[in-house]
């Protein structure tokens, strides 16, 4: 089976780093994504990675660790409007490119 | 402007009285699935397509049904809703092959009663 771990909810101040992990144990797999989803709203894209290490855009990053089964997605100088979910998505290493999701870290900012 | 769309974005309906949910997307994307999405257990996959009249299965298919006739067009059938079928639906697509990102539609908040 898939089992993709992250944590429920998280909070943060305004002007802070925040780092969101996430664990996964998938019977493939073929790299992960992360997306972020305001209520209510369609989850967007922020990042992939396949191969081990950090991949910064701005102010956030992911990093990645095969090995470990491992991930998580950094956030700097955080802004009221960062206060979302963020999705882990392991994309599986079969013929049909199947997205196996997480249950999403609800990320509360305050000023 | 790229995007997946989706209608209604709202629906309230009641137990057994069939309905459809339309998919559309302007990007000439080859693959095209359908999510559920219930507090707690995250977004599941229902059902996906691979191309025109390439459709199957995802994690949660029973009580959905699909059809993909045109390569733009994705619509989710629901033959007899149940109240187990309320939830938030989302399509979305990619281009294929290749790890692309997906494209969300805005989402569809289906109640049955």
């Known amino acids: 089976g898939q089992n993709i771990d992250q944590p429920t909810e998280m909070t943060a101040t305004e002007g802070a780093i925040v780092q969101i992990n996430c664990t996964y144990q998938?019977?493939?797999?073929?790299?992960l994504f992360w997306y972020q989803q305001h209520a209510g709203e369609a989850p967007t894209f922020l990042s992939y990675?396949?191969?081990?290490g950090l991949e910064e855009k701005g102010r956030f990053s992911s990093f990645l660790s095969r090995s470990k089964g491992y991930s998580y997605l950094l956030l700097k100088e955080l802004q009221m409007k960062d206060s979302a979910s963020y999705l882990c998505?392991?994309?599986?290493?079969?013929?049909?490119?199947?997205?196996?999701f997480g249950t999403g870290t609800r990320l509360l900012v305050s000023p | 402007e790229a995007q997946v769309t989706q209608n209604p974005r709202y629906l309230i309906t009641v137990t057994g009285k069939k309905l459809t949910v339309t998919c559309s997307q302007n990007?000439?994307?080859?693959?095209m699935s359908w999510y559920r999405q219930d507090p707690g257990l995250g977004l599941r996959q229902i059902y996906y397509?691979?191309?025109?009249?390439?459709?199957d299965k995802g994690d949660v298919p029973e009580g959905y049904k699909v059809s993909r006739k045109e390569k733009r067009n994705f619509p989710l059938i629901l033959e007899s809703p149940s109240p187990n079928q309320t939830s938030l639906y989302f399509c979305?697509?990619?281009?294929?092959?290749?790890?692309?990102?997906?494209?969300f539609g805005p989402g569809t908040r289906l109640t049955v009663t």
């Open positions: 990007m000439n994307h080859e693959y």
């Open positions: 397509s691979m191309n025109v009249e390439v459709t």
């Open positions: 990675n396949v191969l081990d």
């Open positions: 998938t019977s493939g797999f073929n790299g």
């Open positions: 979305a697509s990619k281009a294929n092959p290749g790890p692309y990102e997906q494209y």
């Open positions: 998505a392991v994309l599986m290493n079969t013929g049909f490119q199947k997205l196996v």
